[in-house]
Structure formats: C-alpha cells, structure tokens
C-alpha cells in the first residue's frame, strides 16, 4: 500500500519562486534510497517538469542541476563536503589541480594586470603566468615569498593578484598567510594560494583572510592514486563568478566518476593522515641522522628555519619532503634505484611512498635535492629500506 508522499504535498502549496531558490547543495536527494555511498549521476543533462520551472533554473547555473558541464549532483556533494572542510562558502571541482588554478587566476587578472606569485610554486602554475599569460598582457613577479619585504617591493599600481603557495614542494618554504593576505587587500589585489601539501585539514587559509583555495585533489585528497582533480574553494561571490565564467566556458569539468572516486578517498582523509604525519616525521628524523644528508627540508621539523610559523598557521604536517645529499646526481639515482619501498613517480597522496631525485637550482648550494613522499606502508619499514639501499652503495649506514 502506498503512502501518501506529504513532502511533496507539502511542496506543491509552497510558491514557485521558494521552491527553486535551494541551491544545489540543498537540492539534492540526500536519502538515495538509503544507498550508502554516494551514487554515480552519471548523465549530461536534467530535464524539467515545467516550462515555468526550466526558465527558472537558468537564473541560476551554479545552483541549479541543467547540464553536467555546469554541475552534477555527484560533483556537488564532493564540493558541499569539501567546503565544510575548508570552512569555505562554496567550492567548485575541476577536471585537474591545474584546471582550479588556471581557472582561479584567470578570474583574477586582466589584459595590463600584474601578479606577484612566489618563486617556488608549482612548475606549471609557473608557466602560465611566466610564459601562457604574458601572451594576454597580463606580467608575473617571481619572489622568494619567505619575506613579505620581497612581495611589497615587487608590487605594483597595477597588481591585481599575489599567487601564494605555502608550504612549497620541493624547498618546503612558509609564506606568512596572514600578513600576505591583508598586504594584498590594503592594495587592492586578490590572493589565491595552493594549499595541496597541507590538505584542508592542516591549513585553513580563508580563515586567515586568503581570497581564493586551490587543491589538486590528485594528492591526498584523492589518496589512493586513481584519479585526477582540482578544487578551488573561497566566497560565493568568487567561486560563484569562476563557476559562471572559467568553469563554464573553459569546461575543465570534474566527471561524476571522479567525484564519486574522490568521496571514497575523503572518508578516510583524517586516518591517512594522521599516519602520513607520524611516519612522515619518523622516516624525516631517521633522514637527519644520515651522514650523506645535508639538510631535510620539512616543516613539521623544529630544525626548519620556518617551523614556529608553520605550528602558528599550519594545524599538522604531511609527509612530503625533501632533503639535500651531499653526494653526485647520479649516486642519489644509483640509491633510487636500490630502494624497494619507495617507487619513482611523480606526484604523492596515494599508499605508495615515492622518491624522486632532482638537480640543485640555483636556489640551493652544490649536490642534490632528493624528495621522498612518506607512503602508508610501515615507517619501519621504509627505514629499512632507506638504511638498506644505502648500504649496499656504501653510503655509510648500518643496516638495520
Ligand atoms: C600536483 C600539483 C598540482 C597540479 O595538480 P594536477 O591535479 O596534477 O593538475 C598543483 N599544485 C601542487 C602543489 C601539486 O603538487
């Protein structure tokens, strides 16, 4: 026997303009049939029982489930949680960490507009501003952002925009968020910043005046090395606008089936990295102690040059980090190439922990910088296999 569906009676008495002002959050059917994860929408468009109600929906893209290259119910419960998480009003996905940024710095900047971004960011965010942005008039600034002096002299009348990244990820180096963030507004310029190393769980930039959140939600978020994606995060009046614009038009959209992916890999984010920090800070510690190490380069260590202001603006750490091998290119190859544990890849985030040996910049002195990304294996192991592998190329270690 049927019941009667009140809610719906209920809704029908309730005048057109209310029932079409949720937003997209709101609007979705929270109960899936008792399903117990969220379920795959996996289509492109919703069709509409009324004319009066389609023509509606268009008053709003953003909060209004029309077409999937807008938004998709799947897609907005991952961005409803990750604002909760960010402490952050709305959040919109994208296709790749660098769709969110690129998206959020062309909604930023115009033709004669100038940015500041600090020097260590992310490669490719580097080159859209340096070389893909300049073909639109638009000029960059590269700074070592450690000292805010630096972002203050670089400024200019017509600086709409100072690009942070903090912690960095391969120097592991601090911008003072909240001093940045409120230089940026006394002159005008918005701030976006890429928070992917400390995850929104361990840094909450909005909170401390940051305009606009970036995470490739490749990294920890993602967590198990599966998918691609991005987020920004930030205002509804901000996102709401690059939701309407850069998402729309440039379409780097997140599919139904990543953000079906990345809600899974979200339920376990606090665990994974709660272990990522531990093991992360062990296996760094353990790092310190090797006699071909120069310097570990790792916030959460008290022995970073940054480390009071990392436990001031930072709740934790995560367990990517580097360190400087007093000890040829090749040698660190040679010791890559021994470790069992640690794959050589790219990226970090997943179970698996990875190593990756790097040329010195001019940024550092002589040798070579070496980046380890603490998995979720046993820190005891990877201790092991780090003391193992450099024993075998004499590096001077006991084997444990
Ligand atoms: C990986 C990464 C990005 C880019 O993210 P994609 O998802 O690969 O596009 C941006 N910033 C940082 C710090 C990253 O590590």
Request: net charge negative; with cysteine.
């Amino acid at each position: 026997m049927s019941q009667p569906n009140n809610k719906n009676q209920q809704n029908s008495k309730v005048p057109l303009e209310e029932r079409f002002t949720q937003t997209a959050y709101d609007a979705l059917d929270t109960r899936h049939h008792g399903a117990i994860h969220v379920p795959i929408y996996q289509n492109s468009l919703f069709a509409f029982e009324t004319y009066e109600a389609f023509e509606h929906a268009f008053k709003d893209l953003m909060h209004n489930h029309i077409y999937s290259r807008g938004n998709n119910p799947t897609v907005s419960y991952l961005e409803q949680k990750l604002a909760e998480l960010e402490g952050a009003e709305e959040a919109k996905c994208f296709a790749s960490g660098m769709g969110a940024i690129s998206a959020s710095i062309l909604s930023c900047v115009g033709q004669g507009d100038h940015t500041v971004c600090v020097d260590q960011a992310y490669g490719p965010t580097k080159e859209l501003l340096s070389l893909y942005m300049s073909r639109f008039g638009v000029e960059t600034t590269f700074v070592d952002g450690r000292f805010i002096d630096n972002i203050r002299e670089a400024a200019r009348p017509n600086t709409k925009l100072i690009y942070l990244e903090s912690p960095t990820t391969m120097y592991f180096e601090l911008q003072d968020l909240q001093a940045c963030a409120a230089y940026a507004r006394s002159i005008g310029a918005r701030t976006i910043i890429d928070g992917t190393w400390a995850t929104p769980l361990y840094q909450n930039p909005l909170a401390l005046g940051v305009d606009l959140v970036v995470h490739s939600i490749t990294k920890y978020i993602g967590g198990h090395s599966d998918c691609v994606g991005g987020v920004v995060l930030g205002s509804r009046e901000l996102v709401g606008r690059i939701g309407n614009q850069e998402y729309m038009l440039l379409g780097a959209i997140m599919t139904p089936q990543t953000a079906a992916l990345v809600s899974k890999g979200l339920r376990t984010l606090p665990l994974r990295m709660e272990r990522h920090e531990s093991s992360g800070l062990a296996v760094a510690e353990h790092v310190r102690t090797l006699p071909f190490v120069r310097r570990v380069n790792h916030p959460g260590l008290p022995s970073h040059p940054q480390h009071d202001l990392a436990v001031s603006q930072m709740s934790g750490s995560s367990s990517l980090f580097s360190f400087v091998a007093d000890a040829p290119l090749q040698t660190m190859k040679a010791w890559a190439d021994e470790l069992k544990y640690f794959k050589i890849g790219v990226s970090w985030g997943g179970f698996e922990s990875l190593v990756t040996v790097n040329p010195v910049s001019e940024h550092s002195e002589d040798g070579c910088i070496v980046r380890l990304y603490v998995g979720l294996e046993s820190p005891q192991d990877l201790i092991a296999d780090i003391n193992r592998a450099a024993a075998a190329l004499s590096l001077n270690v006991v084997s444990t």
